[in-house]
DNA sequence: AATTTCGACAACCGCACCCGG
DNA sequence: TCCGGGTGCGGTTGTCGAAAT
């Protein structure tokens, strides 16, 4: 016996939003707040289900969801992160303020790809289409050319050592951070740091 | 003008993970 | 320690409008 569905699919709605749902969505966020997804729509009188609501205003009704296109500056960070993190599409979301994972995913699918193909840059690796066949004998050097490259970009840099006087066993344990707390992300899915793991890897 | 093709994006689905009992 | 509910994430699909034929 599996777990149960997280709505009763014979009883909700499916497809676009109407103004009317949104509405009661809006509201009743305004009043009681984030949360409680699965309860939420019986609760504010809508026929959808938690998931619904859920993706419904993170994606499009959160008044702070900045709407438009992509800037250029916004289209190359993307690319720089997804060299970076690859497919981490909600952890990308958290460096571009307004923006979404659902909505960067869409336009890195739609626009991003196309645009680093017409350069003949493969998205999925980062590197030029007509080396594919030495994809996977890319030279950690070259990798780690890019990351430094990044790195100043992105203001992303490793704990800090004394070079001046070398630390001691302890200093150093105390000061190894996960890559997304270097990136300011502490406490994210993702992150490896001692006794702040969320996740196990 | 009608039909087909394509691009953009909203929404759905299934899975993985976290957390509390 | 285990189990199940709740939530979040990423991949995929569906739909609609614009462009092309």
């Known amino acids: 016996m599996g777990?149960?569905?997280?709505?009763?699919?014979?009883?909700?709605?499916?497809?676009a939003w109407t103004r009317q749902e949104d509405e009661l969505l809006i509201a009743y966020i305004r009043v009681h707040g984030e949360g409680c997804w699965r309860s939420l729509p019986k609760a504010a009188g809508l026929l959808r289900c938690g998931k619904s609501c859920r993706?419904?205003?993170?994606?499009?009704?959160?008044?702070?969801?900045?709407?438009?296109?992509?800037?250029?500056?916004?289209?190359?960070?993307?690319?720089?992160?997804?060299?970076?993190?690859?497919?981490?599409?909600?952890?990308?979301?958290?460096?571009?303020?307004?923006?979404?994972?659902?909505?960067?995913?869409?336009?890195?699918?739609t626009h991003i790809?196309?645009?680093?193909?017409?350069?003949?840059?493969?998205?999925?690796?980062?590197?030029?289409?007509?080396?594919?066949?030495?994809?996977?004998?890319?030279?950690?050097?070259?990798?780690?050319?890019?990351?430094?490259?990044?790195?100043?970009?992105?203001h992303i840099s490793l704990p800090s050592t004394h070079l001046d006087s070398p630390p001691t066993l302890h200093k150093i344990t105390r000061q190894v951070i996960c890559f997304y707390c270097s990136l300011g992300l502490p406490n994210t899915k993702d992150c490896t740091c001692q006794g702040s793991s969320r996740r196990t890897i």
């Open 113 to 154: 790809k196309r645009k680093l193909l017409s350069r003949g840059i493969d998205p999925l690796t980062h590197g030029p289409i007509h080396e594919q066949a030495a994809i996977h004998s890319i030279s950690t050097a070259v990798l780690r050319e890019k990351h430094q490259e990044l790195n100043l970009e992105l």
């Open 55 to 109: 993706l419904r205003w993170i994606n499009y009704l959160r008044p702070d969801v900045k709407r438009g296109n992509f800037t250029d500056e916004e289209d190359q960070l993307i690319i720089k992160l997804h060299s970076l993190l690859g497919n981490k599409w909600s952890i990308i979301a958290t460096r571009l303020p307004g923006r979404t994972d659902n909505e960067i995913k869409n336009h890195w699918n």
């Open 3 to 15: 777990r149960s569905p997280c709505c009763e699919k014979g009883h909700t709605n499916k497809g």
